[in-house]
């Protein structure tokens, strides 16, 4: 993936992040001044979330979800992420409850039931797009609506889901973007890194891209494990990898060696590159296999 045109979209006191060094937990802002800003910063932030493994819900009741998912589908990361249920776009009510029950109450049980559902479906973590307009004329003055973020943050922090929250500037006062901005940890920029390596679920397990070394085995580590929990006979999609060191495939020996007796990782379509290290070293395992050299 090729580096997008740095544009900023937080507000006047929130500072850009690095959206691949994010903690779990972290609630970030963005603040649009126009539909194509909006579509920088969700496209960014979701193409983060799904290289990382983890599974990305967009939350809206501002505009029709087939207009949503179109959008991100245009990108070559989201295309086929819909498929997978890598990505997937729904209402506020699906995760967060009715509007009317949202302001006396912490909204606990969609979060967490959406946190359980992408853990048993083999996704490291989650990751939430929100579009908060609606919900923000719906609860009235700004007191109410930071009321809401609190308590939606710490709900999320406490269950290690990384959000944003997007915001249309141009129907904010200054002063109340000023105070929303110091709600959250740091604003989405409007652009993304390419990344070391990317970890996108497939149907069968997952798929590597790029550079796997000491920088990113335990991000590799923390993905495959995740899938291994839905997906016992893992495939790994390896044939984009374009660098490899030993660490990090010794590390996907160390877990295939704690698998149970059903289980194992296969490599499909790894480079020539990567097998020729394999019989440099000698290393065979019984629970991790190779297939179709590409």
């Known amino acids: 993936m090729t580096a997008q045109p740095r544009r900023e979209?937080?507000?006047?006191?929130?500072?850009?992040?690095?959206?691949?060094?994010?903690?779990?937990?972290?609630?970030?802002?963005?603040?649009?001044?126009?539909?194509?800003?909006?579509?920088?910063?969700?496209?960014?932030?979701?193409?983060?979330?799904?290289?990382?493994?983890?599974?990305?819900?967009?939350?809206?009741?501002?505009?029709?979800l087939p207009a949503v998912s179109a959008v991100l589908t245009a990108g070559a990361v989201t295309s086929g992420a819909f498929r997978t249920g890598q990505l997937a776009v729904c209402r506020f009510a699906d995760v967060y409850g009715a509007s009317d029950g949202m302001i006396a109450a912490v909204p606990a049980g969609g979060v967490r039931t959406a946190v359980a559902r992408a853990q048993a479906e083999g996704f490291?973590?989650?990751?939430?797009?929100?579009?908060?307009?609606?919900?923000?004329?719906?609860?009235?003055?700004i007191e109410r609506v930071l009321s809401w973020e609190r308590l939606t943050a710490r709900v999320q922090r406490e269950e290690g889901v990384t959000s944003v929250c997007q915001y249309d500037r141009r129907r904010l006062h200054r002063d109340h973007q000023r105070l929303l901005a110091a709600e959250h940890a740091g604003a989405v920029p409007g652009w993304i890194e390419p990344p070391r390596a990317s970890f996108l679920a497939t149907q069968e397990g997952v798929r590597i891209t790029g550079e796997?070394?000491?920088?990113?085995?335990?991000?590799?580590?923390?993905v495959v494990q995740a899938r291994l929990a839905t997906h016992p006979r893992l495939i790994v999609d390896v044939s984009g990898l374009t660098f490899v060191d030993t660490g990090a495939l010794q590390y996907l020996y160390t877990i295939a060696a704690g698998l149970p007796e059903d289980g194992q990782i296969t490599l499909a379509?790894?480079?020539?590159?990567?097998?020729?290290?394999?019989?440099?070293?000698?290393?065979?395992?019984?629970?991790?296999?190779?297939?179709?050299?590409?």
């Open 9 to 64: 979209t937080g507000g006047d006191d929130a500072a850009p992040v690095d959206l691949r060094t994010l903690d779990p937990g972290t609630h970030l802002l963005v603040l649009y001044r126009s539909e194509a800003d909006l579509a920088l910063a969700a496209a960014a932030f979701v193409t983060a979330g799904l290289e990382a493994g983890d599974r990305v819900l967009y939350v809206t009741d501002d505009r029709p």
């Open 124 to 141: 490291p973590g989650l990751r939430i797009v929100a579009d908060m307009d609606d919900l923000a004329r719906t609860l009235g003055p």
């Open 212 to 222: 796997l070394d000491g920088f990113n085995r335990d991000e590799c580590r923390r």
């Open 269 to 294: 379509h790894p480079p020539p590159e990567l097998m020729r290290m394999v019989e440099l070293l000698g290393w065979r395992h019984p629970k991790l296999a190779f297939t179709e050299v590409a």
